[in-house]
């Protein structure tokens, strides 16, 4: 498979619940970076994690990173409607130059 | 806030046309890049330009395609000569620092979407 996987490819929860989805990747990276689209709009930032961090936390959010697996993960805690929309996981490595790799998403709906 | 701008927000042409897409990045930010999202499909790196010139591009920014930097505002994309592949959300971005270093963020714009005919 290529650069940055997320799994699974939708989930839905009800509001309240908590939400996880993960990223595999497979050359060494630099930086992991996880995204949110809502439908048919842009990419908007939410949390990077540098390959020499295990954990970092954002408001809800809390992500981490197993270099040895080559894995992330995204989770989002109390969620609300409003984060329904779709999670990409992006990957920068020291071969790639200045360019981000996506994976295919995660589409989260969350149910009122 | 600070936002990348795109137009237009939806193209429509016919297939051997050449079309322009346009952005205006965040001011202060130095590193601008076009990606490129087939419908259903992932987010995929076309080009990174930096200094007025392309510092990265990948397989898809073939011959096809050629960015600008006209002005000290605007950075365009255009695609020479359209074809039904070509159909996707384009997306342009814009970032302060190299994508690697510091935070490394992209900061995107809404898309422009283009249906080739």
């Known amino acids: 498979s290529q650069q940055g996987e997320e799994d699974p490819q939708a989930l839905s929860i009800q509001e309240g619940e908590n939400a996880t989805m993960n990223c595999s990747y497979k050359t060494s990276i630099n930086n992991l970076q996880w995204y949110r689209q809502n439908s048919g709009r842009g990419l908007v930032h939410l949390i990077l994690?540098?390959?020499?961090?295990r954990e970092k936390h954002s408001g809800r959010l809390r992500v981490t990173l197993d270099t040895s697996k080559k894995s992330s993960s995204l989770l989002i805690t109390a969620s609300r409607a409003a984060d329904t929309a779709s999670y990409f996981c992006a990957t920068d490595t020291d071969n790639a130059g200045n360019m981000l790799t996506f994976g295919g998403g995660t589409r989260l709906m969350v149910k009122p | 806030e600070p936002e990348v701008t795109q137009t237009p927000s939806h193209q429509v042409t016919q297939m051997g046309q050449e079309v322009i897409l346009r952005c205006v990045p965040i001011s202060n930010h130095l590193y601008f890049y076009w990606y490129r999202q087939i419908l259903g499909q992932k987010v995929e790196f076309l080009v990174s330009f930096y200094n007025n010139e392309i510092s990265e591009k990948s397989e898809i920014f073939d011959d096809q395609f050629s960015v600008e930097r006209p002005d000290g505002s605007n950075f365009t994309l255009k695609i020479r000569s359209t074809k039904l592949e070509d159909s996707a959300m384009y997306f342009c971005?814009?970032?302060?620092?190299?994508?690697?270093?510091?935070?490394?963020?992209?900061?995107f714009g809404e898309g422009s979407r283009l249906t080739v005919l």
């Open positions: 971005a814009s970032s302060e620092w190299l994508v690697g270093l510091n935070t490394g963020e992209l900061f």
């Open positions: 994690i540098r390959s020499n961090e």
